[in-house]
């Protein structure tokens, strides 16, 4: 059974006082760039408490999760997952979790975000319809692209909105290689701004993607990575 962890009130400076999820590591698919190369969910007190969470040590199993979800009070913002991805090991969507998960945020506004692989066959068209029907159902999933190519990719599949990484230190909207337009996440560039009354990655149809440049102690390496591959 997939081990959650839910607050109910973030202390995080970005997100601002919204409930926050994080899911076991066995959900980040082997596909992801940045597992064990530089993600930032692995490292200081956020990697020492997903390592416990990973072990069982603490968290809820996911039916108690999703009742969690389902008993916060109408029309709140919260975000799934600032350490994990989707039900599911590995590549795989746990479709029978996730749909639990969408009925469960009804009347509320949950996103979260993904980099489990997507396309059209085998498995990524199978993840790709799940996506699609949890945005469609008001749950947003937000696609990971690591770098500008990929969102131009992505773009073309039109099952999600999209956000990516950016270079450390970027400041201003930025353009990928098809024109696509990246604006760089509000939270970031202004200190008034947290998730809680920024809410642009809540909005399912959205056409603009959401760039957040490379932090944490890995920045330098994830920057580069993301340099190197944005062509």
Not at 76 to 92: F, K, Q
Not at 170 to 183: E, L
Request: with cysteine.
């Amino acid at each position: 059974m997939t081990q959650v962890s839910f607050v109910r009130i973030s202390h995080n400076k970005k997100t601002g006082p919204i409930p926050v999820s994080s899911t076991e590591m066995s959900t980040c698919p082997s596909n992801c760039s940045f597992k064990n190369n530089g993600c930032y969910a692995e490292y200081h007190h956020v990697g020492m408490h997903w390592r416990r969470l990973s072990a069982g040590e603490t968290g809820m199993g996911w039916h108690d999760f999703c009742n969690q979800v389902r008993n916060l009070p109408k029309g709140t913002i919260w975000r799934h997952n600032a350490a994990g991805d989707l039900p599911g090991d590995d590549n795989a969507i746990n479709h029978a979790q996730l749909d639990m998960l969408v009925k469960a945020n009804k009347g509320k506004r949950g996103f979260t975000f993904t980099h489990k692989p997507v396309g059209f066959s085998g498995q990524p068209l199978v993840n790709a319809r799940a996506i699609y029907a949890a945005n469609k159902n008001g749950l947003t999933v937000n696609l990971s692209a690591d770098n500008l190519a990929q969102v131009d990719e992505y773009v073309k599949l039109g099952i999600a909105p999209i956000v990516t990484v950016l270079p450390k230190d970027t400041t201003k909207a930025v353009k990928t290689p098809a024109g696509n337009h990246v604006i760089v996440c509000p939270a970031v560039v202004r200190e008034d701004i947290q998730c809680v009354n920024c809410r642009i990655c809540t909005l399912s149809n959205r056409k603009a993607v959401v760039g957040f440049p490379a932090h944490g102690v890995k920045r330098n390496a994830v920057s580069q990575l993301v340099q190197i591959r944005k062509q």
